[in-house]
């Protein structure tokens, strides 16, 4: 920015500013100083007798301050600091400032002179200013580059912020400073008084403790302003603040007392404030400018004021000018370009015209920053608006040149970074976000939100498809209220739009799904591509009525709902299709589907078994295989290739593996291994039974023994010594479980309430672990829980019976009940209505299946070809996948103990159980199930 040239006489105090405006000397000749006020003390009202061609004034506490047409200074009042002794470097000065006990000069040649006590001495090498002000003991100067410097003794006053630039005005208070930037932004540090969401300033003024601000609608805000409208200039004392109008007559507030201007004052083309007294300069003639025209740089979206102070002979004309060309309506002392963007840099000047003659200013060069460049794009037009505004960035950028960056922002504030392109077409950009959880950056196309990161989050590309018509796009960051460290801001790079319509994209497919039958399921699928976009599901080719959403539900499945179905989407550039297959089969799922563990793949049909995990399940078929699916973090929905002969599956709410029992007593396992959780141990075998905990396994052996393996800090791996004749297993999160042949239970591992088994439990039949609370059956049908219970976990519904299974989750329980029908075990889940024939059950996190059989669960089943052999005793009975068997006999009715065999795991197929004891006497033969 280069120093202003001017081509006319005058002097103008902005907030103890003095810019003095180099004209031939005969156009001032009959100017004349009043003063008014506290003017009793020190010869304050003791004017210069032959005081004339002032072109400026400026007030100190108790002295005054006149610059003349020829570059001298005069000043008169009080001298105890010697503030009125003008040195005789003081000459060709174009500007003064007064404060405490000093007074400073600004010379032509940009060099500075002070004298007085108290911020009198300048800062060696201190050149290249255009403007000064003075504070109580310490000065400001604005350089021809909009950068501010500060000198004295004035505490955090002096501080100037660090990067502070594009100044067009500046002002020293008491102990604090103002700088005016170009956008219409006041940027204060030191004690200053609060400027919270004070824009479109157009001229500033600071007296010892008042700041005043002139807007660029001619209206005052600030310490004790009223409504004054029409105003051209203001000033500010100790505590005292006056307004010069456009009429040339002047107003004053605040004070102790008021310094009220007298009645008769009039053609005022200038004012001053000092301790409690005030100035005027008296003047007519032709058109004056009294303020310089400086050169700003501001962001698109700004508001950027322009101020021109003019004296002269009444009515005065204004006409502002861009690039030479007059600006319609522009006819006022301020203009103000409101939402600048690139087009509207170029050169601004104002001509002012009355009777005498008129006066064209310099030119202010106006540069708006164009976004274009720094995001890639042309033909584009950026704004940016908010608490703070978007900046161009070249450290921090997705192309190794330059990004656009977000201001900064304090807490509950946000910027906006904005354009418009007309549709149809296909937007695509790079961002990226740094900061705490409560700082998103969102994009939004019209008015609905379309995307947005949080936290720390590196460059990522969206493309998003935009419809007809002009469409607003908003690139929004902003701060919540929690407590953080800065700094935290987002980041877009590289925008990109192509005009032109884009035929629908699937990005989601529906997916093939099995699901019982009196359920419901549903088939969903998502596609992209210009807007709107029409949806319709067809079943076997055939339109379904009603089904125009991204998601089809069918309630209460039946076989004549089982088919193809197809999603068909269509909008102006085209038409695609997608087909999927939904069928009935046996196993139930609903609750949370984040990693798709409901939907169920197709052919879920001769299902013996069925086991969750907290987001993934097993399926056991009757051939002998399993079926995987939802999460597959560390490969633990990876079945292994060959696996045969499976005859169990385990799982558990908290286990990141999979576990199964195959027909010859191993077992295999596989998924996360970060605990040894799946090196199962080379020498188990005859194993009837497994169980899976969140971090490590467990098996039942044929004897009733119970081996446990991986994660054991909390104990869950080290069975008990004494523990014998089980029949039951369970793991939950960091403990174990098992229910023995008598009904009692044991449990061991994580110290807590979960593994204190309630006082007088027995006859229980069945066991099962959930996050940190566990669960029994009895053999009366009644289900009892302990552990934690900040979820309604273990708050058994009294009426609950008739229980023969249940599986538990990390918050909650499921049962099934003698009737097929299922239960909840607690007060803080849900089931579904309408299943039927359910013979098992599954919990994980959020989710829960069950199994559907052609009847409600085998309770008492016939025993078939009881046959004496060569090998003893035999007897075959149908068995179920997961339950554990056992012979038992007595030599005579009479007997008091049932001697019992070895555990036979079920399989799901007929077992034929064996007594190899027998001598061929008679016995008295039952078998168990668990």
């Given at each position: 920015?280069?120093?202003?040239?001017?081509?006319?006489?005058?002097?103008?105090?902005l907030?103890?500013?003095?810019?003095?405006?180099?004209?031939?000397?005969?156009?001032?000749?009959?100017?004349?100083?009043?003063?008014?006020?506290?003017?009793?003390?020190?010869?304050?009202?003791?004017?210069?007798?032959?005081?004339?061609?002032?072109?400026?004034?400026?007030a100190?506490?108790?002295?005054?301050?006149?610059?003349?047409?020829?570059?001298?200074?005069?000043?008169w009042?009080?001298?105890g600091?010697?503030?009125?002794?003008v040195?005789?470097?003081?000459?060709?000065?174009?500007?003064?400032?007064?404060?405490?006990?000093?007074?400073?000069?600004?010379?032509?040649n940009?060099?500075?002179?002070?004298?007085?006590?108290?911020?009198?001495?300048?800062?060696?090498?201190?050149?290249?200013?255009?403007?000064i002000?003075?504070?109580?003991?310490?000065?400001?100067?604005?350089?021809?580059?909009?950068?501010?410097?500060?000198?004295?003794?004035?505490?955090?006053?002096?501080n100037?912020?660090?990067?502070?630039?594009?100044?067009?005005?500046?002002?020293a208070?008491?102990?604090?400073?103002?700088?005016?930037?170009?956008?219409?932004?006041?940027?204060t540090?030191?004690?200053?008084?609060?400027?919270?969401?004070?824009?479109?300033?157009?001229?500033?003024?600071?007296?010892?403790?008042?700041?005043?601000?002139?807007?660029?609608?001619?209206?005052?805000?600030?310490?004790?302003?009223?409504?004054?409208?029409?105003?051209?200039?203001?000033?500010?004392?100790?505590?005292?603040s006056?307004?010069?109008?456009?009429?040339?007559t002047?107003t004053?507030?605040?004070?102790?007392?008021?310094?009220?201007?007298?009645?008769?004052?009039?053609?005022?083309?200038?004012?001053?404030?000092?301790?409690?007294?005030?100035?005027?300069l008296?003047?007519?003639?032709?058109?004056?400018?009294?303020?310089?025209?400086?050169?700003?740089?501001?962001l698109?979206?700004?508001?950027?004021?322009?101020?021109?102070?003019?004296?002269?002979?009444?009515?005065?004309?204004?006409?502002?000018?861009?690039?030479?060309?007059?600006?319609?309506?522009?006819?006022?002392?301020?203009?103000?370009?409101?939402?600048?963007?690139?087009?509207?840099?170029?050169?601004?000047?104002?001509?002012?015209?009355?009777?005498?003659?008129?006066?064209?200013?310099?030119?202010?060069v106006?540069?708006?920053?164009?976004?274009?460049?720094?995001?890639?794009?042309?033909?584009?037009?950026?704004?940016?608006?908010?608490?703070?505004?978007?900046?161009?960035?070249?450290?921090?950028?997705?192309?190794?040149?330059?990004?656009?960056?977000?201001?900064?922002?304090?807490?509950?504030?946000?910027?906006?970074?904005?354009?418009?392109?007309?549709?149809?077409?296909?937007?695509?950009?790079?961002?990226?976000?740094?900061?705490?959880?409560d700082?998103?950056?969102?994009?939004?196309?019209?008015?609905?939100?379309?995307?947005?990161?949080?936290?720390?989050?590196?460059?990522?590309?969206?493309?998003?498809?935009?419809?007809?018509?002009?469409q607003?796009?908003?690139?929004?960051?902003?701060?919540?209220?929690?407590a953080?460290?800065p700094?935290?801001?987002?980041?877009?790079?590289?925008?990109?739009f192509?005009?032109?319509?884009?035929?629908?994209?699937?990005?989601?497919?529906?997916?093939?799904?099995s699901?019982?039958?009196?359920?419901?399921?549903?088939?969903?699928?998502?596609?992209?591509?210009?807007?709107?976009?029409?949806?319709?599901?067809?079943?076997?080719?055939?339109?379904?009525?009603?089904?125009?959403?991204?998601?089809?539900?069918i309630?209460n499945?039946?076989?004549?709902?089982?088919?193809?179905?197809?999603?068909v989407?269509?909008?102006?550039?085209?038409?695609?299709?997608?087909?999927?297959?939904?069928?009935?089969?046996?196993?139930?799922?609903?609750g949370?589907?984040?990693?798709?563990?409901?939907?169920v793949?197709p052919?879920?049909?001769?299902?013996?078994?069925?086991?969750?995990d907290?987001?993934?399940n097993?399926?056991?078929?009757?051939?002998?295989?399993?079926?995987?699916?939802?999460?597959?973090?560390?490969?633990?929905?990876?079945?292994?290739?060959?696996?045969?002969?499976?005859?169990?599956?385990?799982?558990?709410?908290?286990a990141?593996?999979?576990?199964?029992?195959?027909?010859?007593?191993?077992?295999?396992?596989?998924?996360?291994?970060?605990?040894g959780?799946?090196?199962?141990?080379?020498?188990?075998t005859?194993?009837?039974?497994?169980?899976?905990g969140?971090?490590?396994?467990?098996?039942?052996?044929?004897?009733?023994?119970?081996?446990?393996?991986?994660?054991?800090?909390?104990?869950?791996?080290?069975?008990?010594?004494?523990?014998?004749?089980?029949?039951?297993?369970?793991?939950?999160?960091?403990?174990?479980?098992?229910a023995?042949?008598?009904?009692?239970?044991?449990?061991?591992?994580?110290?807590?309430?979960?593994?204190?088994?309630?006082?007088?439990?027995?006859?229980?039949?069945?066991?099962?672990?959930?996050?940190?609370?566990?669960?029994?059956?009895?053999?009366?049908?009644?289900?009892?829980?302990?552990?934690?219970?900040?979820s309604?976990?273990?708050?058994?519904?009294?009426?609950?019976?008739?229980?023969?299974?249940?599986?538990?989750?990390?918050?909650h329980?499921?049962?099934?009940?003698?009737?097929?029908?299922?239960?909840?075990?607690?007060?803080?889940?849900?089931?579904?209505?309408?299943?039927?024939?359910?013979?098992?059950?599954?919990?994980?996190?959020?989710?829960?299946?069950?199994?559907?059989?052609?009847?409600?669960?085998?309770?008492?089943?016939?025993?078939?070809?009881?046959?004496?052999?060569?090998?003893?005793?035999?007897?075959?009975?149908?068995?179920?996948s997961?339950?554990?068997?056992?012979?038992?006999?007595?030599?005579?009715?009479?007997?008091?103990?049932?001697?019992?065999?070895?555990l036979v795991?079920?399989?799901?197929?007929?077992?034929?159980?064996?007594?190899?004891?027998t001598?061929?006497?008679?016995?008295?033969?039952?078998?168990?199930?668990?």
């Amino acid at each position: 920015m280069g120093k202003p040239s001017f081509n006319s006489v005058a002097g103008l105090q902005l907030a103890g500013v003095l810019v003095l405006l180099c004209v031939p000397l005969a156009c001032r000749a009959n100017s004349q100083v009043v003063t008014w006020g506290s003017t009793n003390s020190f010869g304050l009202g003791n004017v210069p007798a032959n005081l004339t061609n002032v072109v400026a004034l400026a007030a100190g506490d108790s002295h005054s301050v006149a610059l003349k047409a020829d570059g001298k200074v005069v000043v008169w009042g009080s001298n105890g600091a010697g503030q009125t002794n003008v040195p005789a470097a003081a000459s060709n000065i174009v500007a003064v400032a007064a404060a405490w006990q000093h007074t400073v000069a600004l010379k032509s040649n940009g060099t500075v002179v002070a004298w007085g006590t108290g911020g009198a001495t300048v800062p060696a090498g201190l050149t290249n200013l255009i403007t000064i002000s003075a504070g109580d003991y310490f000065n400001l100067g604005l350089k021809a580059n909009g950068t501010v410097v500060a000198w004295g003794d004035a505490g955090s006053a002096t501080n100037v912020p660090a990067g502070l630039s594009n100044v067009v005005a500046i002002a020293a208070g008491g102990n604090f400073s103002v700088a005016l930037k170009g956008d219409g932004t006041i940027v204060t540090w030191g004690s200053s008084p609060s400027t919270t969401g004070l824009t479109n300033v157009a001229a500033i003024a600071a007296g010892e403790f008042p700041l005043v601000s002139l807007k660029a609608n001619r209206t005052v805000a600030g310490s004790g302003a009223t409504v004054y409208s029409n105003v051209v200039s203001v000033a500010a004392g100790r505590y005292h603040s006056q307004v010069l109008k456009d009429d040339g007559t002047v107003t004053a507030w605040n004070g102790a007392p008021t310094p009220t201007p007298p009645a008769t004052l009039t053609n005022v083309v200038a004012v001053a404030s000092g301790q409690n007294h005030c100035l005027a300069l008296i003047g007519d003639g032709p058109p004056v400018l009294t303020t310089p025209m400086l050169n700003r740089s501001v962001l698109p979206g700004s508001d950027v004021p322009f101020y021109i102070s003019a004296v002269g002979a009444r009515p005065l004309a204004y006409q502002w000018q861009a690039n030479g060309t007059n600006i319609p309506a522009a006819t006022n002392v301020t203009l103000l370009l409101t939402n600048v963007v690139p087009d509207d840099s170029g050169n601004y000047s104002v001509i002012v015209t009355n009777n005498f003659g008129s006066v064209t200013s310099s030119v202010a060069v106006l540069t708006v920053a164009d976004f274009s460049a720094a995001l890639n794009t042309t033909g584009l037009v950026w704004t940016t608006t908010g608490n703070s505004q978007w900046f161009i960035e070249t450290n921090v950028t997705h192309d190794g040149v330059a990004a656009l960056q977000s201001g900064v922002l304090t807490n509950f504030q946000s910027t906006t970074l904005q354009t418009t392109v007309t549709g149809p077409g296909t937007l695509t950009f790079w961002w990226k976000v740094s900061g705490p959880g409560d700082a998103p950056l969102r994009f939004f196309g019209g008015n609905s939100q379309q995307a947005g990161i949080t936290g720390n989050v590196d460059w990522q590309q969206k493309t998003f498809y935009l419809g007809a018509g002009p469409q607003v796009l908003k690139w929004i960051f902003q701060k919540g209220g929690n407590a953080s460290v800065p700094p935290y801001s987002g980041w877009v790079d590289e925008v990109s739009f192509t005009p032109g319509a884009t035929a629908p994209i699937f990005t989601t497919l529906p997916v093939s799904q099995s699901q019982a039958s009196g359920f419901s399921a549903t088939l969903s699928g998502a596609a992209t591509g210009t807007p709107p976009l029409s949806y319709q599901w067809q079943l076997d080719h055939s339109d379904i009525p009603g089904a125009t959403g991204g998601a089809y539900t069918i309630a209460n499945l039946q076989s004549s709902n089982a088919g193809n179905y197809s999603l068909v989407v269509s909008n102006i550039a085209g038409i695609t299709n997608t087909d999927a297959t939904l069928e009935l089969g046996q196993i139930a799922a609903w609750g949370d589907n984040g990693y798709g563990q409901i939907t169920v793949p197709p052919g879920m049909t001769n299902v013996l078994a069925i086991a969750c995990d907290k987001i993934h399940n097993l399926a056991l078929k009757s051939d002998g295989t399993v079926v995987a699916w939802g999460n597959n973090d560390g490969g633990r929905a990876t079945v292994p290739a060959g696996l045969s002969n499976v005859i169990a599956v385990a799982g558990s709410a908290g286990a990141e593996y999979s576990l199964v029992l195959k027909a010859d007593g191993t077992v295999t396992a596989w998924g996360n291994n970060s605990h040894g959780q799946t090196n199962v141990p080379s020498d188990l075998t005859n194993v009837v039974g497994i169980a899976a905990g969140w971090y490590h396994g467990m098996a039942l052996k044929t004897d009733g023994a119970v081996v446990a393996w991986g994660y054991n800090n909390d104990g869950e791996a080290n069975v008990p010594t004494d523990l014998s004749n089980v029949v039951a297993i369970a793991g939950g999160s960091f403990h174990s479980l098992a229910a023995t042949a008598d009904g009692t239970t044991v449990g061991w591992g994580q110290n807590g309430v979960q593994t204190i088994i309630p006082t007088g439990l027995s006859n229980v039949v069945a066991v099962a672990g959930g996050l940190f609370f566990s669960s029994a059956v009895r053999s009366d049908g009644t289900v009892v829980s302990w552990g934690d219970n900040s979820s309604g976990q273990t708050n058994v519904p009294s009426d609950l019976t008739n229980v023969v299974g249940l599986a538990a989750g990390w918050y909650h329980g499921l049962a099934f009940k003698a009737d097929g029908t299922i239960a909840a075990c607690d007060t803080n889940s849900t089931v579904p209505l309408g299943l039927t024939n359910i013979i098992s059950v599954g919990a994980g996190l959020f989710h829960n299946l069950a199994l559907q059989g052609i009847s409600p669960p085998v309770l008492h089943a016939l025993v078939t070809q009881p046959i004496m052999t060569p090998n003893g005793f035999q007897v075959s009975i149908p068995t179920q996948s997961g339950k554990i068997y056992r012979l038992e006999y007595k030599d005579s009715p009479a007997d008091a103990d049932w001697i019992p065999l070895s555990l036979v795991a079920g399989n799901g197929g007929v077992k034929t159980l064996t007594d190899a004891t027998t001598t061929g006497m008679q016995r008295v033969y039952r078998i168990r199930q668990w």
